[in-house]
């Protein structure tokens, strides 16, 4: 028996030493085709989000001839500059915290009264999908089309109730506030409807079952599980809001109350040459505060994956 084991054992070791080298083979050209396939993302990520952020922070340290310098810091802690860091946070907390329960209500509402492949379902989802994305200044012009001092809303309302709408309500915080919910709220929907999706009936029905009512459930079982992604999703709404320009630049066209209309000014500044260095100081400032948010949003989503 030794003997033909002897006799067998070197054909064998033959011939699986072909299919083992084969499937290294196909292994490693299967890697170098992930790897190929990734090329253009990491590319155009280098291009557009790597590299700015590199030239703002060295810009930032930076004066005109190149040499290193914290001058461009001076003005950061300006009475100005710190009402628009302010405001900023104050908007994008607002809008954030809107868009966040509207958007989370109606994410329930939409689980509980459709199916998951129905036609509500699918409709809401590909609106939310194409007004989350509907910003800029199209956002602005479809607001002050309608609302604005000869909008359509606002002549149809002065002829029905004889009302006359504030002309500058649009171009006030409270107005801004309300154009941002407009991309919010479906964005909220987005991120969260998956959320919700995942509570799943028979965590209900166990609850039922061992005698707890609707308040224990939620306090004790659908809350916490909803919580993290709730704050989560809150936190890229501010993260959308606090980075948004173009809605802010095309409603307040002469006023620089928020930091994006305050790095445009900078820029735009003719008359002070430092004011180039100032303007990186403000965009180095405000990736910092994303950044910040990016880490808390991952840090809560990380405590939420738990329950996938």
């Known amino acids: 028996m030794t003997a033909a084991i002897a006799q067998h054992g070197p054909v064998a070791g033959k011939a699986a030493g072909p299919s083992a080298t084969s499937s290294a083979i196909a292994r490693h050209r299967k890697e170098l085709g992930t790897f190929a396939v990734t090329i253009p993302f990491f590319a155009y990520t280098a291009c557009f989000l790597l590299a700015p952020t590199v030239i703002v922070v060295v810009g930032a340290f930076q004066t005109r001839d190149g040499g290193f310098t914290l001058d461009n810091f001076g003005k950061l802690f300006e009475p100005n500059t710190v009402s628009a860091f302010v405001t900023s946070i104050l908007v994008s907390v607002a809008s954030s915290v809107i868009g966040a329960v509207v958007g989370g209500l109606a994410s329930y509402a939409l689980v509980i009264g459709s199916k998951p492949n129905g036609l509500l379902r699918r409709m809401v989802s590909a609106i939310s999908s194409v007004l989350a994305q509907f910003g800029g200044v199209m956002l602005a012009f479809a607001f002050i089309a309608t609302i604005g ?21 649009l171009s006030s915080l409270p107005g801004l506030v309300t154009v941002y919910c407009y991309f919010q709220i479906p964005l909220m929907i987005i991120i969260f409807l998956p959320a919700v999706d995942s509570i799943r009936p028979q965590w209900r029905e166990a609850c039922e079952s061992l005698g707890g009512n609707t308040f224990q459930y939620w306090t004790r079982i659908a809350l916490p599980i909803l919580t993290p992604r709730f704050i989560s999703a809150f936190l890229l709404l501010f993260a959308s809001a ?4 173009a809605t802010a630049a095309a409603l307040f066209s002469q006023r620089s109350i928020l930091v994006p209309l305050m790095i445009q000014g900078a820029m735009r500044n003719e008359m002070d040459p430092n004011q180039q260095g100032f303007a990186q100081v403000l965009a180095f400032a405000m990736i910092i505060v994303v950044a910040i948010v990016m880490l808390l949003s991952h840090a809560v989503e990380k405590r939420a994956g738990r329950w996938q």
Do not use: D, E
């Open 242 to 245: 606090f980075s948004a320009y």
């Open 149 to 169: 001092i000869n909008g359509i809303g606002t002549m149809l309302i002065k002829q029905v109730t004889g009302l006359t709408v504030n002309p500058n309500w």
